[in-house]
């Protein structure tokens, strides 16, 4: 090769090999501070793709578990106002049966009437306030629950609501029933062993629900891993493996510059042919 005070092709290989030992160093460092090896587009663009389409499909699913925690809450509420529902309604025909009783006086009638009153009227005090996040699922006309199911709230689990009011589809008492007279007594329970039958019927329809709701939530959660789990498998660097590289590359980087500054140091001998 001739030697030239114009090019010296020795350096200028040097410092190509030096700047792509860098570029190599620079991706090291960037995977070792992000723990990443696929951190944008540039790493790798197809990669990084499916990464991100994964990672929407994981923020849907977790509005699907939050969807989802909502209809458990608001059916633990539901189920918990009809186990009172259904304990009142035991109470009250206890005091129906009683008050069927044609020799009772007129002052233990009385007494039995009045605390079949404040049972009764209890029933309707836990209806309205059997209500979570604005949802009540066991007053007349209330919401039918409808959780999301998927990453993209095309699909949904929907629980039927329940009418367990005085008077309703479930409870055939009114809020004017009374026990102040046998015969009146003898139809109340009457009524009450339909509105048992029918509210226990309730019951386990929203024990049910609860059921699948608690079932499709585990199954969310497990599915939701198993993507974070892919997307990791995709785009998390191996710090172990990097860590190797980063050691190499720093060598690598300490010999380039000793490489480029041997072929730097090339032109001066030109120099001695002058002398």
């Given amino acids: 090769m001739a030697l030239s005070v114009n090019t010296n ?45 994964l990672r929407g499909d994981v923020s849907g699913l977790n509005a699907a578990k939050s969807s989802l925690d909502r209809a458990s809450s608001t059916l633990d509420v539901a189920i918990a106002a009809g186990e009172a529902v259904s304990d009142l309604l035991i109470q009250l025909k206890e005091k129906a049966v009683a008050a069927k009783d044609a020799g009772l006086d007129t002052t233990s009638r009385s007494a039995l009437n009045d605390d079949f009153k404040q049972l ?95 079932l499709q939530r585990t199954f969310v959660g497990k599915l939701s891993d198993s993507i974070q789990i892919g997307i990791g498998n995709l785009v998390d660097a191996d710090l172990a493996k990097e860590s190797a590289n980063l050691q190499s590359l720093q060598v690598k980087q300490q010999l380039g510059l000793q490489a480029l500054s041997i072929a730097n140091q090339a032109p001066q001998a030109i120099t001695r042919l002058f002398q």
Wanted: proline letters at 1%; aromatic letters at 2%.
């Fill in 9 to 53: 092709a020795p350096a200028l290989s040097a410092l190509q090999n030096l700047a792509a030992t860098n570029r190599s160093l620079g991706k090291v460092q960037t995977a070792i501070n992000t723990g990443l090896k696929v951190a944008s587009s540039k790493d790798n663009a197809a990669v990084f793709s499916i990464a991100q389409k």
């Fill in 120 to 214: 009764r009227d209890q029933i309707t005090s836990i209806v309205q306030n059997a209500e979570f996040n604005g949802t009540n699922v066991v007053k007349s006309g209330g919401k039918d629950i409808i959780a999301i199911t998927n990453s993209d709230g095309g699909n949904t689990l929907t629980i039927a609501a329940q009418d367990l009011s005085l008077g309703g589809g479930n409870v055939t008492i009114t809020a004017t029933s009374q026990i102040s007279t046998a015969t009146s007594a003898a139809l109340v329970v009457s009524q009450l062993d339909t509105s048992i039958t029918k509210v226990n019927s309730a019951l386990s329809q929203l024990g049910s629900g609860s059921k699948r709701v608690e």
